[in-house]
C-alpha cells in the first residue's frame, strides 16, 4: 500500500488479488494527514470487500466500478478528466449495472445508437468509452475491447462557406474602430500572429522578445490553469513582422499607464480589470457584439499570409499546427480567389 502523488492529485493505493489476477486499486486522498489516510484506508477496504467476496468466490468487476478505478488512477489534465467523467457517467446511464465482460460489440451499438442524444454526443461519447475501455484491457479487467470496431456515426452537415470562416480585411478595420481597451489590443495581436486565445491568455511580458513571440503554454479558463499547449507542434517562436511590432511597442506603452491607473500587478501580458487572466468568455462577449467570435481571429491570420502566397505549410508552422480542415479550407478559399483576380486581369490583355 502506498501514496501516489503522480499528476498533481493524492490517491491511497494497494494491489490486491481478484480472480487470480493482481489489480491495482485506489482511492482519493484529500490530504495527506493521519485523519485523511484513515478514512481513506477505510474506503480502499471497503472498495476491495466490494470487488472480493467473503466466500472465495470471484465477484465480476462492475462497470461503475472500472470507471470509478479508472478516473481515480489515470493521470491526465484536469479538464480531460472532467471530459471523461461526464462522458462516461452517461455510459454508466444507459449501460446499467453491467459487468464489463457482459459487454459485446452488438450490445454497445443497440444501446449508444438507440441513445436519446444528438449524433455528435453519442459519438464523443463513444470515442470516451473505447479509451476507458483500452485502459480496461491494459489493466486486465478485459481480455479484449468489445468497442474496438464500433463505428462512429455518420453526420451529414454541409461544410461552412470558408468565406464564414474569417474578416476580410475591411471588416477587421471596422471591427477595431469599434473596440476599445484591451479587446481592441487583443484583436490586433491575434490577427496579426494567429495564435490560439489560450496561448495568448498565458503569455509573460518576456515571452515578448526582440525577434520571436515564445509559446510554451497555454491558459483553461474553463479549468482556471496553465497547462501545456495543445500539441508538440503548438511549442513555437511566432516571427514577429513590423506591423506586429510597431502593436506590441503601442500596447505595452498603455499596458504600464493602465496598470498603473488600476493600481494592480498582472503577470500575464494581457489581463483583466483585476489583473487575472484575460478570460476567452470576456473577450469573446465583447467580439459577438459585432458577429464574430475569438477563434475566427486565428483563420483571418491565416488568410493574410494566403494572400501573401505564403505557402500552407509554412502558415501551418507559424500558427502551430500541421494542417487543420478548417485552415486549409480558408488558405484554398483565398488562394482560389486570387487565381480569379488574376485571371480577370490576364482577359483584359489585348494587342488589338
Known amino acids: 500500500m502506498w501514496i501516489d502523488r503522480s499528476g498533481g492529485r493524492l490517491r491511497l493505493v494497494d494491489r490486491v488479488k481478484i480472480n487470480g489476477k493482481v489489480r491495482r486499486v485506489a482511492v482519493a486522498l484529500p490530504k495527506?494527514?493521519?485523519?485523511?489516510?484513515?478514512?481513506?484506508?477505510e474506503e480502499l477496504r471497503e472498495k476491495v470487500a466490494a470487488l472480493q467476496n467473503d466466500d472465495g468466490v470471484g465477484k465480476r468487476i462492475k462497470l461503475e466500478a472500472a470507471v470509478r478505478d479508472y478516473l481515480d488512477l489515470k493521470d491526465c489534465r484536469?479538464?480531460?478528466?472532467?471530459?471523461a467523467e461526464y462522458s462516461l457517467g452517461k455510459c454508466k446511464g444507459i449501460f446499467g449495472e453491467i459487468a464489463l465482460e457482459?459487454?459485446?460489440p452488438a450490445l454497445i451499438r443497440r444501446t449508444l445508437y438507440k441513445a436519446p442524444w444528438e449524433p455528435s454526443?453519442?459519438?464523443?461519447?463513444l470515442a470516451a468509452f473505447k479509451t476507458f475501455l483500452w485502459w480496461c484491457v491494459d489493466m486486465e479487467y478485459l481480455e479484449s475491447n468489445p468497442a474496438q470496431n464500433v463505428k462512429r456515426l455518420k453526420i451529414e452537415k454541409a461544410a461552412p462557406d470558408p468565406a464564414s470562416l474569417y474578416l476580410e480585411q475591411d471588416q477587421l478595420r471596422e471591427l477595431l474602430t469599434h473596440l476599445s481597451g484591451m479587446a481592441y489590443y487583443m484583436t490586433q495581436f491575434l490577427a496579426l500572429t494567429g495564435m490560439r486565445i489560450g496561448e495568448t491568455s498565458a503569455l509573460m511580458?518576456?515571452?515578448?522578445?526582440?525577434?520571436?513571440?515564445?509559446?510554451?503554454?497555454?491558459?483553461?479558463?474553463?479549468?482556471?490553469?496553465?497547462t501545456k499547449p495543445k500539441n508538440s507542434s503548438?511549442?513555437?517562436g511566432v516571427f514577429i513582422q513590423p506591423e506586429l511590432r510597431e502593436m506590441l511597442d503601442e500596447f505595452l506603452k498603455w499596458r504600464k499607464l493602465d496598470i498603473m491607473a488600476r493600481g494592480i500587478r498582472p503577470e500575464t501580458l494581457f489581463y483583466s480589470p483585476f489583473g487575472n487572466h484575460y478570460r476567452?468568455?470576456?473577450?469573446?462577449?465583447?467580439?459577438?457584439?459585432?458577429?464574430?467570435?475569438?477563434?475566427m481571429l486565428r483563420h483571418t491570420h491565416v488568410a493574410l499570409l494566403a494572400e501573401q502566397g505564403i505557402t500552407l505549410e509554412a502558415i501551418a508552422r507559424r500558427v502551430g499546427h500541421k494542417g487543420t480542415a478548417t485552415t486549409k479550407a480558408v488558405y484554398y478559399h483565398v488562394t482560389e480567389k486570387a487565381k480569379k483576380r488574376e485571371e480577370?486581369?490576364?482577359?483584359?490583355?489585348?494587342?488589338?
Open 32 to 41: 495527506d494527514t493521519p485523519q485523511a489516510r484513515r478514512k481513506a484506508l
Open 78 to 83: 484536469n479538464s480531460t478528466r472532467k471530459n
Open 102 to 104: 457482459d459487454l459485446t
Open 121 to 125: 454526443v453519442i459519438n464523443r461519447t
Open 205 to 226: 511580458v518576456d515571452d515578448i522578445g526582440e525577434k520571436y513571440i515564445s509559446v510554451t503554454k497555454s491558459y483553461s479558463s474553463r479549468e482556471d490553469e496553465v
Open 234 to 236: 503548438s511549442i513555437r
Open 280 to 295: 476567452e468568455q470576456h473577450f469573446g462577449r465583447e467580439l459577438r457584439k459585432y458577429g464574430y467570435h475569438p477563434h
Open 344 to 352: 480577370s486581369a490576364l482577359a483584359s490583355v489585348r494587342i488589338m
